[in-house]
């Protein structure tokens, strides 16, 4: 009957594997450290001149502040507009009613 024992229990395996590792993202990093170190030394006479002007993103947000401000005094004087096209129609057809009503009443009781 000797099913289960809690003396001799086995332990178990252990794995060792010992990796062998190779980072090619490590490798091709210290390629392009090398070149851009040649290319540093190639270029080490030359003087940098940075191609962003001082103030050159306020004068572009300023200039895209005053783009906005004029299309939002275009899309208000536009809604002005159709606001006063429409009042102009509704006056106009009640003042069409009125007459043709005035005219139904009083000029057929004369």
Not at 20 to 40: G, L, P, T
């Amino acid at each position: 009957m000797g099913l289960f024992s809690f003396r001799n229990t086995q332990k178990p395996r252990r794995f060792n594997h010992i990796p062998i590792y190779w980072n090619e993202e490590k490798e091709k990093r210290e390629e392009r450290e090398v070149s851009a170190e040649k290319a540093a030394l190639s270029k080490k006479n030359k003087t940098y001149t940075p191609s962003i002007k001082r103030g050159s993103f306020r004068k572009y947000s300023e200039r895209l502040d005053v783009e906005k401000k004029t299309s939002a005094t275009r899309k208000s004087t536009i809604k002005l507009m159709i606001a006063l096209f429409l009042l102009f129609i509704l006056g106009l057809f009640i003042f069409i009613n009125s007459n043709a009503i005035y005219a139904l009443y009083f000029d057929s009781t004369f």
